[in-house]
């Protein structure tokens, strides 16, 4: 029998995504065949607005930088992007989508996304405006409504 006294549990580590993982953007499939085929470019680019919003989400929990990059609309898009090792994305809720479709040239998907940063909790609430840029979706900007 350990004596020891129980120590503080460090913080755990995100779990690691593959391609034979749940998707982190929620969709009921593996990584590898949900938003990791977009990541990877294997399945071209995300059809509609919300698959492009899903796998920017799972690009925030992976860390695939570039891909957000190349899925930004050149106008708003930042020179560089750090992510913030600190930050874990905890889950995405989307509530609601207009337009974003293959008949559509704009879209706007309002989600929930839950993080833990610095042992706290918080959740970011946005309505992201999506536009098409050479026939691919790509974000150009957000606004916060109020929850
Ligand atoms: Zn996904």
Redesign the pocket.
């Known amino acids: 029998m350990s004596r020891r006294k129980t120590r503080p549990r460090p913080p755990a580590p995100a779990p690691a995504v593959t391609a034979d993982t749940p998707?982190?953007?929620?969709?009921d499939?593996a990584?590898g065949a949900?938003?990791g085929r977009f990541h990877s470019g294997t399945a071209g680019t995300a059809p509609t607005a919300e698959l492009l919003m899903?796998?920017r989400y799972?690009a925030f929990v992976v860390g695939d930088a570039p891909y957000l990059l190349r899925t930004w609309a050149p106008e708003t898009r930042p020179g560089t992007l750090d992510l913030d090792p600190g930050m874990r994305w905890t889950g995405l809720e989307i509530l609601d989508t207009t337009g974003g479709t293959a008949f559509h040239q704009t879209g706007t998907v309002t989600f929930r996304a839950r993080y833990a940063h610095g042992g706290e909790a918080g959740a970011l609430h946005e309505r992201s405006r999506f536009a098409r840029h050479d026939g691919a979706w790509v974000y150009v900007d957000g606004d916060f409504p109020d929850d």
Request: charged letters at 10%.
């Open positions: 998707c982190p953007c929620g969709l499939a990584y949900c938003c899903r796998s799972s």
